[in-house]
């Protein structure tokens, strides 16, 4: 493999960035620029030197040696002083050198992938700890990344191939006979690995909401105070406010963190009968984006009497609104009762993402989809009894080969490219 390098940290002023070089002649590239590298694992202040010997930067040199680095290679990181100049001039040495080139994105952790320093959920839950916003995210992340998904997939595939090597022990001897009768071991293996993958697709969709963000949609009619409960939200001026009915007309939205709870809150436009052709675009969108939304909020004014607005999509919270003027409900305009609406948004929410499953992508999803449809093939074979043993363990292993794509364990080349392509350089 070629030698490559990037910035590991995020481009820009800082006081600290980070150059990563990884691969066969990572060592003799920074030598060039630092002189005597530090020994293995350990780190020393060096100079960096340009070719024509110009002083570039004093940084902190950190040497690993393979295998025992991120990437699996040789690999130095070199911590500058945060400015964009010295970042420049020091990629620049490194180019120069004609030892190395500019990583393409998430090249290092594909690196670390392919000399087996991390499997592919490993790689997919460190790409959801880089993107995450909350702690509940951040949590989730941690696990995939950290290797809970192989102790799974190990898991069940213990058990599978512990199953199929029972029933073909019983074709190999189908001549003998067999000394210990299997079929109670074999049954409970395959009803074991069936409940946990059943555990984990009934908690999936909770655990994909929480990785992606829910969204929380604020419907109503007009002016009944939509968008000044958002601006409440979002702490800032984000909607036009107006006593004129319809001037929300497309979909507004605001991302917060809600005890650790990834949430976008969409402001709609009022739901109502209208003649103006570009307002009844934003109603159309509105109760669209509504019935996709996971909870929707239902706002009515609380000065006008009635038995309340039938908005056409399903209600999950409802609240008065305009609490400044009858002292009652919700105001966006004072703050009064938003904090309990944000409570009640926890709470349901909250309720779907309890005991989380490990599965977070829809890649898992998948996997574990076809497992469960072999191991379902492979238990009413064996219950039945009508069917070989030869037919029951191709079901079993069919089961092993789903299971092991969960951590790459086969041929991944074909989802390789769409992990990789969400990373930056420098990862």
């Keep these: ?17 980070v150059i990563r070089i990884s691969g066969p002649d990572a060592h003799a590239v920074a030598g060039r620029m630092a002189g005597e590298l530090p020994g293995p694992g350990r780190f020393a202040l060096r100079r960096l030197r340009n070719a024509d010997g110009g002083l570039l930067d004093e940084a902190l040199v950190l040497r690993f040696d393979a295998p025992r680095s991120f990437t699996g290679e040789d690999s130095v990181e070199l911590q500058l002083h945060g400015s964009v100049a010295v970042i420049r001039a020091v990629e620049r040495a490194i180019a120069e050198t004609g030892l190395a080139r500019m990583a393409e994105p998430g090249e290092f952790t594909r690196r670390a992938l392919m000399n087996g320093n991390l499997d592919l959920a490993q790689v997919e839950g460190l790409s959801d700890l880089i993107a995450a916003e909350t702690e509940l995210q951040r949590t989730q992340a941690q696990g995939l990344f950290i290797g809970q998904m192989r102790a ?17 022990a019983t074709i190999d001897f189908a001549d003998e006979e067999v ?6 071991e074999v049954g409970t293996l395959i009803d074991r690995v ?8 009934h908690g999936f969709s909770g655990a994909e909401r929480l990785r992606l963000g829910f969204e929380v949609a604020i419907i109503g009619e007009p002016n009944v105070g939509k968008s000044t409960l958002l601006n409440r939200i979002a702490g800032r001026d984000i909607a036009i406010t107006s006593e004129v009915a319809g001037t929300t007309r497309d979909v507004l939205e605001v991302r917060v963190d809600l005890d650790g709870l990834p949430v976008t809150f969409l402001d709609t436009a009022g739901l109502r009968e209208s003649e103006d052709a570009v307002e009844r675009i934003g109603i159309s969108r509105a109760r669209d984006r509504a019935v996709a939304a996971d909870l929707r909020i239902l706002l009515e004014d609380g000065t006008l009497a009635g038995e309340g607005f039938d908005p056409g999509v399903p209600i999950d919270l409802r609240y008065r609104t305009k609490a400044d003027l009858t002292g009652t409900g919700v105001s966006g305009l004072t703050g009064q009762g938003v904090d309990q609406v944000l409570a009640d948004v926890a709470a349901a929410l909250s309720e779907r993402v309890f005991d ?35 037919i029951i363990a191709l079901h079993l292993r069919d089961a092993a080969t789903a299971l092991d794509s969960l951590i790459g364990r086969m041929d991944v080349e074909a989802v390789l490219g769409e992990i990789f392509a969400q990373f930056c350089i420098g990862k």
């Design 194 to 201: 069936l409940g946990a993958i059943d555990q984990q697709l």
């Design 356 to 390: 989380l499953p490990v599965a977070s992508h829809e890649r898992h999803r998948q996997a574990m989809v076809r497992a469960q449809t072999a191991l379902a093939e492979a238990q009413r074979a064996f219950d039945g009894g009508d069917i070989g043993a030869e």
């Design 179 to 184: 000394p210990v009768d299997v079929s109670p």
């Design 152 to 168: 799974f997939a190990d898991a069940c595939r213990a058990d599978l191939l512990r199953a199929a090597a029972l029933i073909e």
């Design 1 to 17: 493999m070629h030698t490559i390098f990037a910035l590991a940290t995020a481009r820009g002023k800082s006081g600290v960035a």
